[in-house]
């Protein structure tokens, strides 16, 4: 498998590269992106020889391009060369891990291309869920979730017809037993300080709020093709099960790992209703999922601007779920039929959240 790893420097780019190291036999590298990281991307290339890399975010630099060169990669620059890589006829499979709508073109590309996506990126389905699933079965890609909770399903999930609903399962955060009234003094520190898992900052944020486990319904709407009803989200705090697939016989198959994805050893596991007073993101997200057209593109623009807000101290925590609320109740939805009107649709959440944000810290 000739394999590109778009978001090499990020979390999911390292895991997969140990994975690749592990077995060296069965991959091969093509191509590692990143978005400006270029001392961590050459460290990378000289580590792994990939091909060709990828700084998307940088534009044209010959030095830079000589340093690669002399590590035995090409060196490609801006976001166009993260489509140019996927849809090479050498590179065989992707691995989809930029974070956010940053990723959301990128995989699309893959998609079209007829590529095996590995996708971590949720976003893509968040923004543009029918769009990426048209697109795969007009090409032919095979899509392959690589998140734990979905990876579980995919893992336990059988016939549509005999499903009855699938079960994704939420540690609560570091919020979980915290009064909703205490929550507006929460920093970004707190927010941050995750109990069984080591993150970025803003997926963190999303982990606190419960917004991360709403794209994740978002998503699974698009993976398994299924009405927002036939999916339910519960509090486990253990972290063990990953997911849970419930058949209209009355039967349950559940994945479970340990949270540091080692052979579990089972012990109490306990599961609670989430409540929606304490996370009101999970219930925006449903609301998005059922308004369907542009309103889950709305909800992440919305997101990922109150969320980076709040990381910068401009915006209280309380408040994240409010700028959602208010951008989605602000902006008519539209269509998603083409990747034009998604990102016109992010754009102008981005823009109304912004300012929301602006008239709040007022």
């Known amino acids: 498998m000739s394999l590109a790893v778009l978001g090499a420097t990020g979390s999911i780019g390292r895991s997969t590269l140990d994975v690749v190291a592990r077995h060296a036999d069965r991959f091969k590298l093509f191509a590692l992106t990143a978005h400006r990281s270029a001392e961590r991307l050459l460290e990378l290339c000289r580590a792994h020889h990939p091909h060709y890399a990828v700084l998307s975010g940088i534009g044209a630099d010959a030095a830079l391009e000589r340093r690669f060169a002399e590590a035995g990669s090409e060196l ?39 590529k095996r996506v590995l996708l971590a990126n949720k976003e893509a389905l968040v923004m543009a869920g029918s769009l990426v699933m048209q697109a795969a079965r007009d090409s032919g890609a095979l899509l392959l979730p690589v998140d734990s909770e979905h990876n579980a399903v995919f893992q336990c999930f059988s016939e549509k017809k005999s499903i009855r609903k699938i079960v994704l399962t939420a540690s609560g955060g570091p919020f979980r037993q915290t009064s909703p009234e205490k929550l507006s003094g929460v920093t970004p520190e707190q927010a941050c300080a995750h109990p069984n898992w080591v993150m970025g900052r803003k997926i963190s944020v999303d982990s606190a709020t419960m917004m991360n486990k709403g794209l994740e319904v978002i998503e699974a709407r698009w993976l398994f093709d299924l009405a927002p009803e036939a999916i339910e989200v519960v509090i486990h705090p253990q972290s063990i099960v990953h997911s849970m697939v ?16 080692r052979v579990p050893a089972i012990k109490n596991l306990s599961f609670e209703e989430p409540d929606l007073a304490r996370f009101p993101c999970l219930e925006l997200a449903y609301a998005a999922l059922r308004a369907g057209r542009s309103a889950p593109t709305l909800l992440n623009a919305a997101n990922e601007i109150a969320v980076e807000a709040f990381l910068a101290g401009r915006l209280g925590f309380t408040g994240i ?24 649709a992010d754009g102008k ?5 912004a300012a929301l944000v602006m008239a709040q810290a007022a």
Do not use: K
């Not at 779920?321 to 039929?337: F, H, K, N």
């Open 349 to 353: 959440a981005r823009a109304t959240a």
């Open 246 to 261: 419930e058949y209209l016989d009355g039967s349950v198959i559940a994945q479970l790992s340990n949270p540091d994805m």
């Open 76 to 114: 490609l620059f801006g976001a166009p060369a993260l489509d140019q890589v996927v849809a090479h006829d050498r590179c065989t499979a992707v691995m989809a891990g930029i974070v956010g709508a940053a990723g959301l073109a990128s995989t699309l590309a893959a998609v079209r291309a007829g």
């Open 321 to 344: 779920a409010r700028v959602i609320g208010e951008t989605m109740d602000e902006l008519p939805t539209g269509p998603v039929g083409a990747l034009a009107e998604v990102l016109a």
